[in-house]
């Protein structure tokens, strides 16, 4: 049986009774106190731990099985893995060694031995937390702070920047070798499980790529006519040796899910038959764009590459900002109100410019905030005269500056009051970004796949949100200490 909240307890205090130092200035401490908040608000606390329970057990029965991690568990080790910038290692150190951070989980002193915080078993459980369900989590922290600070939704600003995707630097030869690198261990594999003829010199076959890939290192380096003529060389060696181990990939995985075959072999060769098929596929499609473009020397656009095998949803972004003009990833638009929370979050799909989403997203904010917003201030980025008239008829105070060193002059000099001082104020977003990326692991994602992906961002925001909250609620407690100091300044001032 799950249970959605910690029991009552001899051995731990009351979570809204759990004491912290507020002298500390670890980024834990904000994080714990907006926590203990959530869990002393019972209506929020009710919503949040239905939205958690639901992605946690999906279509089975809380009622049944063995008591495994409850929802607030859950909830607060979630909240601290990005909140903090962790790794599962460390958060499952904290978990089984932070005294504080146990209490607020509702574990008492006697329960040692009783509670397994392994990192396996703490990854599986915060990994069942929908995309979605997180930007239910972030509204509802977001709500919860504007009771405090009704004001604060007042003002917004909002920009897009990438948050990169795991991946080493792509070039068609590595792409290729890493695709075969799987291709072979998976067809390898399954032929020996179900003892099928074919793949016993699978070693040697990835040596020999390994062997050509680094060869075309090699010829890269040469600019001169003769590397050229070289580097094609290689190129067709290794798409040779490619095309025939993806055919024999193929083949396997034909005979795997041929009907007559599926009653004698093992039920999970088909679902390993499609994962060889989808790496034949993604590797076969790295070696056509190689083929288009040095054997036929042809200009391949962006959306025709591949630009990892294992995270085949990045997009190449090229921003032209130092010291990273080009970025592997996805674009990330965030909003936040005057106080700091991000009230909107989104990972923009492939081809998906910043000006196209200010106007419906701004929309939806209204609409959802009851009409509170008076000023929102966007980047040039989010620049069309289109979008300066529509955005006009949703906020009193639009603020998106214009393209154009003398637009942008004379944009300066016959705005408002409110519109220069949006404007001067806007460059705080920046450093709502540099926190996300610097303190809640938004500079690279660590996940894997696009719903990974959009889980990361989504705790990332969460960590931020539960941070900016927390140092709210301690600025109440006591304004002097120093768990509730902050460089800095919010949107109003």
């Known amino acids: 049986m799950r249970l959605s909240c910690p029991e009552p307890r001899l ?5 809204s009774l759990v004491p912290l130092n507020l002298n500390c200035r670890d980024e834990i401490i904000p994080i714990l106190r907006a926590l203990q908040h959530l869990y002393g608000d019972v209506p929020s606390r009710q919503k949040l731990l239905r939205l958690v ?18 929802y607030w568990e859950i909830t607060v080790l979630a909240a601290t893995r990005l909140g903090c910038n962790l790794d599962y290692d460390k958060l499952q150190d904290l978990a089984e060694n932070h005294r504080r951070l146990r209490q607020i989980m509702g574990i008492g002193d006697w329960q040692d031995e009783a509670v397994d915080f392994d990192w396996q078993r703490i990854e599986s459980n915060v990994l069942k937390l929908r995309p979605a369900t997180l930007k239910k989590l972030n509204d509802l922290v977001a709500h919860v702070g504007h009771v405090l600070e009704p004001q604060a939704i007042a003002s917004v600003r909002g920009d897009t920047f990438v948050v990169e995707t795991n991946i080493h630097y792509p070039t068609e030869s590595s792409l290729i070798g890493d695709g075969l690198r799987k291709v072979v261990t998976l067809a390898a594999r399954m032929a020996a499980a179900q003892g099928l003829p074919g793949w016993r010199q699978h070693q040697h076959w990835l040596k020999k790529v390994k062997r050509q890939v680094w060869a075309i290192c090699r010829a890269s380096r040469t600019k001169t006519q003769a590397g050229k003529a070289r580097l094609q060389t290689c190129y067709q060696e290794l798409i040779q040796e490619a095309e025939a181990l993806l055919q024999r990939g193929r083949q396997l995985a034909a005979l795997l899910q041929a009907p007559e075959n599926l009653s004698v072999l093992d039920p999970a060769c088909g679902a390993g038959a499609n994962e060889l098929l989808h790496f034949v596929d993604l590797t076969a499609q790295v070696c056509d764009t190689a083929r288009r473009r040095v054997l036929l020397d042809e200009t391949v656009s962006n959306a025709d590459k591949i630009f990892s095998i294992f995270e085949p949803h990045t997009e190449l ?24 929370f991000v009230v909107w979050y989104d990972v923009l799909g492939k081809g998906v410019l910043d000006q196209d989403v200010v106007v419906p997203v701004m929309r939806k904010l209204q609409d959802r905030f009851g009409d509170k917003i008076q000023s929102a201030s966007f980047d040039r980025s989010f620049h069309t005269p289109q979008n300066q008239q529509d955005l006009a008829k949703i906020v009193p105070t639009p603020c998106i500056a214009s393209k ?6 004379q944009q300066q000099q016959e705005g408002t009051v409110a519109f220069r001082q949006a404007r001067q104020r806007h460059s705080g977003i920046e450093s709502a970004i ?13 996940d894997r796949s696009q719903p990974g992906y959009e889980r990361y961002v989504g705790l990332g925001i969460l960590g931020r949100n539960l941070q900016t909250l927390g140092k709210l609620l301690l600025d109440r407690d ?3 200490c120093q768990a509730a100091k902050s460089k800095r300044k919010g949107a109003a001032g």
Do not use: W, Y
């Open 11 to 15: 051995d731990c205090l009351p979570i």
């Open 53 to 70: 329970g639901k992605d946690v057990n999906q279509s089975t029965s809380r009622k049944r099985g063995r008591r495994g991690m409850n």
């Open 317 to 340: 972004i090229q921003r032209g900002k130092q010291p990273n003009p080009t970025q592997f990833g996805h674009n990330t638009l965030v909003i936040e109100d005057a106080v700091g």
């Open 404 to 409: 154009g060193e003398a637009k942008g002059r």
């Open 434 to 446: 540099g926190a996300l990326q610097a303190g809640n692991g938004l500079k690279r994602c660590r």
């Open 478 to 480: 006591q304004a002097d």
